[in-house]
């Protein structure tokens, strides 16, 4: 039998020691887990209370009505003074978007309009994103109370989206703020609002960008960052392809310089990159086919815009010049050197300039600041147009723009509408720039001894508000002016239309002209689009031409010709059986079965006149003198 040769009773009691021992050992590893969190949690620092992080937003929605008070106070009575024609086309694609949520009416044609050809609404920008959603509140409070809400949305959207992207790329609230800031009030976006609201309104392409940068990063899957992406893309169609168009432009140009700077960490994304690209083209693409194929190829479409569109540049002079709603601004400089209220796309003013120029050299080894200048260097050339200007005179310099603009897509767009792309260029890099600075501020307090410090940083920190307030507070807006909403008669605003006004019956409002087809607009919205109209204002091809180069409104045939020149010119008429045959044939080409004329017209007597000799006595009717023309076709 063998030996047991340990020492009796020294085993059990070295085992016990033993669990002892490890027992201590885990609790000591426990101690310092629960110690290395309690410092991790030390460490983080603490998430700012909810409604600081919402100040930003409540802010911008704050300021945006504030510039849009006066149309508020009286939505239903007032219009903007800077650009009228714009308001009324956007109150009928409202109305146009809530009958088609409650008829079941086409949304992407209107046979309501442009008789008898029909408008294509999907080539323009008839912001189906914006008019379904909204249609309850178009149905219960009107057109005109939705086209101020979606105004006020525009704004404080465009900064609110900013803002959240900002922040999310930077981690710098108050960076963040400045830029939203900026991107949601600078000049252009105030000019763009005036009657604009699906080019200010710019809320969805910060979320693109977002997006875009996102891809091929670690997180989520590539597929499902394409799907996002997709969305993105279908909803700002739905708003305005234009837009859309140009921050692809921008950010293909923002990404070639950054690839150069920071080649392996793009490479290594790339993979991933494209696999969510391609799921976003083939959901965006599935999604967007018909509506696309409606707009470029379904009836109605046109090919190019008129050439002295395509001549709108920006003025070289208006980049260092302020904007006529700016505090700082003057309109009767900005007059001579914009192409109207709306397209003050690049009235940045010369403090602003100037700073820009600092930070770039500040910055310079920065990529991000090196490619947001490179983007905005390119854009502000592209937006000269292809005949460059300063201060009204011709420039002789190459217009790269000049190279582009017969190329589809590119013969859709507004020259001077490049310059938008700017706007946010420049509020990112003011973004960066604060957050820079303020790095810098800290860093030099982490070198400086304590006593000097708090002090330095406060007045370093005072100086920087100070430069900001200098640069942007000339760029701060006014409120938008507005005018008396122009008067539409009983005979549209009560039920006295339906008896001399047939069932899909077409109206021509007397005299036929631009101004007096707005007006007619106004009446058929006041009616909810119950009838039909000759003319309008949209784009839409010439008829008589093959090109099918779009042109604002109608062809006027010789009838309509005619009216125009008593009401304009103050012709006289003497009304022959050839005219009246005349007046037959145009009708029945148009499908015109009745015509409308507000009896207090300065011209109405004239007016008149002619056509009770042309078609027979007219009837005066709740303000409007009406002729049915059927009984002659």
Known sequence: MAIDQSEPGREPVDGRRTALDAENEVSDRVSLVKEEEET?????????????????????????????????????????????????????????????????????????????????????????????????????????????????????????????????????????????????FAPAMISQATGHPNISGQYVLPFVVLAVFSLGKPGRHPVMRGLILAGLVIVQVFINEELLFLTALGLFVFLVPYAFARPRELAQRVPDALKSLATTAVVAGVALAYPLYQQFFGKGYYRGLPDYILLYGADLAGYWTFARRSVAGDPLITAKIAQGSTEENSFFGWPLLL???????????????????????????????????????????????GWLDALPLF??????????????????????????????????????????????????????????????????????????????????????????????????????????????????????????????????????????????????????SMLGQIAEQNVMVTVTPEIRAQAATDFRATEVTTLVMPAHHWRAEELRTVLDQLVGPGELVGGMWVWDVRPML
């Open 411 to 560: 013969d859709s767009v507004v020259p001077t509408r490049l310059a938008l792309v700017v706007t946010p260029v420049v509020g990112c890099m003011l973004a960066v720039a604060v957050k820079r600075f303020d790095e810098a501020v800290h860093r030099r307090a982490a070198t400086t001894t304590l006593g000097d410090t708090a002090a330095e940083g406060t007045v370093v920190r005072l100086l920087g508000v100070v430069v900001l307030a200098m640069v942007l507070g000339p760029l701060t807006p006014t409120p938008l002016p507005v005018f008396e909403r122009p008067y539409v008669p009983p005979f549209f605003t009560t039920a006295m239309y339906k008896d001399h006004i047939p069932r899909d019956g077409v109206v021509l409002g007397v005299p036929p002209g631009w101004g007096p087809a707005l007006h007619t607009m106004q009446w058929q919205t006041a009616t909810n689009l119950d009838f039909r109209i000759f003319g309008g204002y949209y784009l839409a091809p010439n008829p008589n031409e093959p090109d099918r180069v779009a042109m604002f409104g109608p062809i006027y045939p010789p009838t309509m």
């Open 355 to 401: 700073v820009l120029l600092a930070v770039v050299i500040w910055l310079r080894r920065d990529a991000i600041v090196r490619s947001l200048a490179i983007t905005g260097v390119v854009f502000t050339l592209l937006s000269l147009g292809s005949e460059p200007k300063m201060n009204g005179e011709p420039l002789d310099i190459v217009a790269p723009w």
């Open 40 to 184: 991790a949690v030390e460490a983080q620092p603490e998430r700012p209370p909810l409604i600081y992080r919402l100040a930003p937003y409540f802010a911008y929605v704050a300021f945006a009505v504030y510039l849009l008070n006066d149309l508020w106070g009286d939505p239903a009575g007032r219009m903007l003074l800077d650009n009228y024609q714009d308001q009324v086309f956007f109150e009928w694609l409202l109305t146009n978007g809530a009958n088609a949520i409650a008829h079941g009416d086409n949304p992407l044609f209107s046979a309501k309009i442009n008789a008898p050809y029909g408008l294509n609404l999907m080539a323009n920008t008839s912001v189906l994103a914006l008019a379904l959603p909204l249609s309850p509140i178009t149905m219960i409070f009107g057109a005109d109370v939705t086209f101020v809400l979606i105004t006020t949305m525009a704004l404080a959207g465009t900064a609110s989206g900013w803002y959240f992207a900002l922040n999310r790329l930077l981690d710098h609230r108050m960076a963040a703020a400045i830029g939203g800031a900026f991107c949601g």
